[in-house]
């Protein structure tokens, strides 16, 4: 089997931090995301008013069609392909209140929910059965040159060095994308997110401004100064804010991607027999047990300090504020994306 970099594992990295984000800290007093005033705009386009089991449902049904057009589409290209509807796309649910990083059990057990996390822990436990691609005969019966047009047709060639940038970035194209680039967008056009759409594009800026002028706020500021306090007390120096802490644990966890995968440009033969899985490594083992002990160290300056209560408060206020200065365009954009379910 081969990869073309470490991209499929830090999508499901960043998944982990965004419903992180979502589900909203467990112990902020009275208050959580759910009373966000933003929130209540948001959810609208992004599910926030589905249960879990709903979602789950809507998840299900988008990828079935989207398999039924990648077969057609291939059957249009000269190859066959069965629907795929069970390549582990489906969504990661927070039903059973897994998520709790405000709790000193879970903390000493996850640390951030970075390198081992309860979303990992449903996965292995949801694939013990052995996974069988419903095409794998199939391909296995082409030549190499065929299987090579094969994957290309499916997902549209590898980007070369000049598309992926210096930086090692990509700005993905459905049009390069082959039949599944294809078969998502003819989905998703029916069910578009409208807040990616140029009709909300001022407000989309606006909203990125916000959010990042929030942080630098003199609330935050004051409040992230008394924690990073408490850290360089507890020795742990360095951090201006608490996410620079996750995000010392995120950046080392790239750099064991990065060594393992290269910059994505080219492809890793992940079969071949000095590869080693960085997941299983030594040192992404030492880098779990770096999180744990940071993050629990965390925990007690947030606790110190009532972090989570505090930062809710300055948050909802702040966003209150930019609820009132951009009402309008807040409404209509949650209408658009009722409409568009």
């Not at 294809?182 to 578009?192: I, K, L, R, T």
């Not at 409208?194 to 800026?205: K, V, Y």
């Not at 490594?281 to 007690?300: N, P, Q, Y």
Request: charged share 30%.
């Amino acid at each position: 089997m081969r990869s073309t970099g470490p991209l499929a594992a830090l999508a499901a990295t960043a998944m982990v931090f965004v419903l992180a984000g979502c589900s909203g800290p467990s112990s902020g007093g009275d208050l959580s995301y759910e009373d966000s005033p933003l929130n209540k705009y948001l959810s609208a386009a992004y599910g926030g008013d589905l249960s879990p089991e709903e979602q789950q449902k809507l998840s299900e049904e988008r990828q079935a069609q989207t398999e039924e057009l990648v077969a057609k589409c291939m059957a249009e290209e000269g190859f066959e392909y069965a629907p795929n509807t069970d390549n582990g796309s489906g969504m990661m649910t927070n039903a059973d209140g897994a998520w709790e990083p405000e709790k000193r059990e879970w903390v000493e057990k996850y640390g951030y929910g970075m390198i081992n996390s309860p979303f990992t822990e449903e996965q292995q436990a949801a694939t013990e059965e052995e996974y069988v691609d419903p095409n794998q005969d199939y391909v296995e019966s082409l030549s190499e040159s065929e299987q090579t047009a094969f994957y290309e047709t499916l997902y549209g060639p590898t980007p070369d060095e000049e598309e992926m940038g210096e930086d090692g970035s990509y700005e993905y194209r459905w049009e390069d994308a082959g039949c599944q680039g294809w078969a998502q967008h003819e989905v998703e056009g029916e069910n578009a997110d409208p807040f990616q759409s140029e009709e909300f594009a001022d407000l989309r800026t606006k909203m990125e401004e916000f959010w990042t002028s929030s942080q630098a706020s003199p609330e935050f500021s004051e409040l992230n100064s008394a924690w990073a306090a408490c850290m360089d007390d507890a020795g742990e120096p360095g951090f201006t804010t608490q996410q620079d802490a996750i995000q010392s644990i995120i950046d080392e966890q790239t750099a064991l991607y990065d060594a393992a995968y290269g910059d994505g440009s080219e492809p890793v033969d992940t079969e071949a027999p000095d590869f080693e899985d960085p997941n299983e490594s030594a040192a992404m083992k030492e880098l779990g047990e770096r999180e744990i002990e940071l993050a629990l160290v965390d925990l007690g300056c947030r606790e110190k300090t009532s972090y989570t209560k505090k930062s809710l408060e300055i948050q909802f206020a702040l966003e209150e504020k930019f609820v009132a200065d951009n009402k309008a365009e807040l409404e209509a954009f949650k209408s658009a994306a009722e409409q568009s379910k």
